[in-house]
């Protein structure tokens, strides 16, 4: 089962939701929806990650994956870096982690943008 995920930064960026994961579709072992930030038009898409040619959707320019430690920033006070907002994937080597952190918006450029699951999907 995949999850809903909303991002939402104090700027008044809310894109919109974000269908993460695989849900349970046959291809569940090869898909990998997660959020990623479309290198060419800025905006978050959601792409597979276990695509190793993963294009935006809207303009088919290059995107970074919000796993990525260059779109994150640690939250100062938190003690625990590794609890995980959202998780896909069994084999380490292609599992798909959004930490509880901050991450970079698109509109603003501040590392500020959270991530939180809103409800799971099929």
């Not at 930064?9 to 349970?24: D, K, L, N, R, V």
Request: aromatic share 14%; hydrophobic share 35%; proline share 7%.
């Amino acid at each position: 089962m995949g999850s809903i995920l909303v991002a939402k930064c104090p700027c008044g960026f809310e894109p919109e939701p974000i269908f993460a994961g695989g849900g349970m579709m046959e291809k569940y072992r090869t898909i990998c929806l997660a959020p990623a930030l479309c290198l060419r038009c800025e905006s978050i898409v959601t792409a597979n990650y276990w695509d190793e040619d993963a294009r935006c959707p809207h303009c088919r320019g290059r995107v970074k994956f919000y796993g990525d430690p260059n779109l994150q920033a640690s939250k100062e006070g938190v003690t625990n870096s590794l609890s995980e907002v959202f998780a896909w994937g069994s084999d380490n080597a292609k599992r798909f982690v959004l930490s509880d952190k901050f991450f970079y918006c698109p509109r603003c450029g501040e590392f500020k943008m959270e991530f939180r699951v809103d409800l799971p999907w099929d």
